[in-house]
């Protein structure tokens, strides 16, 4: 069984940077895709970010320019650099994994519990 712990977030001025990070762990054979969604109260959960085993990523339109995912693979990490935040930034931060385990089960929806990201005006 995999997890997936988040830190990093908190409170900041608009502007202002946070750095959220993401380790795996458990019985973890392969890490395909790790990312970050975010869901704001009233809306509906968003692909923030997302990064390849390879490295290639996906980015939110919303965020080009400003964030930057990066992964370390050893470490099962993912990271997200969040620079020139914003109010509407302000939401809950979710990562997810694709990733199979020891034993061989594919388990492409692997989340952590979150971590909230208020930005103030």
Do not use: H
């Amino acid at each position: 069984q995999a997890q997936l712990v988040e830190s990093g977030g908190g409170l900041v001025q608009a502007g202002g940077s946070l750095r959220l990070s993401c380790a795996a762990s458990g019985s973890i054979s392969t890490i395909y895709t790790m990312g970050w969604y975010r869901q704001a109260p009233g809306k509906q959960r968003e692909l923030v970010a997302a990064i390849t085993w390879g490295g290639t990523t996906t980015y939110a339109d919303s965020v080009k320019d400003r964030f930057t995912i990066s992964r370390e693979n050893v470490k099962k990490s993912v990271y997200l650099q969040m620079n020139s935040l914003k109010p509407e930034d302000t939401a809950v931060y979710y990562c997810y994994a694709d990733l199979r385990t020891q034993v061989g089960i594919r388990m492409r929806d692997s989340w952590g519990q979150g971590t909230q990201v208020t930005v103030s005006s």
